[in-house]
């Protein structure tokens, strides 16, 4: 079956220090990745994705590489802010799928 | 323009109860989604409503009945809740194409008493 691995939280980082969250994966077929954010009492939002092997997905300062060799789509963002404080979750959907399978989500905590 | 927009957003009710969710969805998708978040932030898929047609239906109690009257609603109905029922419900949407992601609304918090 499809399941998503991504590291155990949380994470606690000073404000401007370097993000990696890893996520690994593994699905039938070929399947587009996802990072979602979801900031304290709201809903999921999407943050980047990649649809392909080699496709570097980015947004807002975060970025993440479908590698298809290691099965993984980590996280990285160069520098932290305060208001990247969040749960970020790796999702998959495979061209059959009809549902995202979502890892456990990683909680991000950024100090001052 | 709420894309996704689920009602209520809080829900407050005793054991025994029965209770709705309602989910609607602006976005012309054709796939519609519920998500149960656990106190520990996972997500779990419940059901997925393709063009109103149920495609998913995991591993949940029969308490549980979503209700798709048209492509842009899903509703789920919830009979005699129970304390563990308490969660954040989320319904979602998408088109059904690889690639394409889910949109999602901003989550109803169920709370058994």
């Known amino acids: 079956g499809n399941s998503v691995t991504q590291m155990e939280g949380p994470v606690t980082l000073s404000e401007e220090a370097f993000l990696t969250i890893n996520c690994t994966y593994t699905a039938t077929g070929y399947p587009s990745l996802f990072w979602y954010v979801q900031y304290p009492g709201e809903g999921l939002q999407l943050l980047l994705k990649a649809t392909k092997a080699d496709d570097k997905g980015s947004n807002k300062g975060f970025e993440a590489t479908y590698r298809k060799e290691t099965t993984s789509f980590h996280l990285e963002k160069g520098s932290v802010q305060v208001s990247d404080s969040a749960v970020y979750f790796c999702a998959l959907i495979t061209n059959s799928g009809y549902a995202l399978n979502f890892g456990k989500g990683t909680s991000l905590l950024v100090t001052p | 323009d709420t894309a996704v927009s689920q009602t209520p957003k809080y829900l407050v009710t005793q054991m025994g109860n029965d209770k709705s969710i309602k989910c609607e969805q602006n976005l012309g998708h054709d796939t519609m989604y519920w998500y149960k978040q656990d106190s520990k932030k996972f997500l779990k898929i419940m059901f997925s409503y393709n063009n109103k047609e149920l495609i998913i239906n995991e591993t949940v109690p029969n308490r549980f009945s979503p209700k798709s009257p048209d492509k842009a609603h899903l509703n789920l109905h919830i009979n005699s809740l129970e304390l563990g029922d308490s969660a954040v419900y989320f319904c979602?949407?998408?088109?059904?194409?690889?690639?394409?992601?889910?949109?999602f609304g901003q989550g109803t918090r169920l709370t058994v008493v």
């Open positions: 979602a949407s998408s088109h059904h194409d690889r690639g394409t992601e889910a949109f």
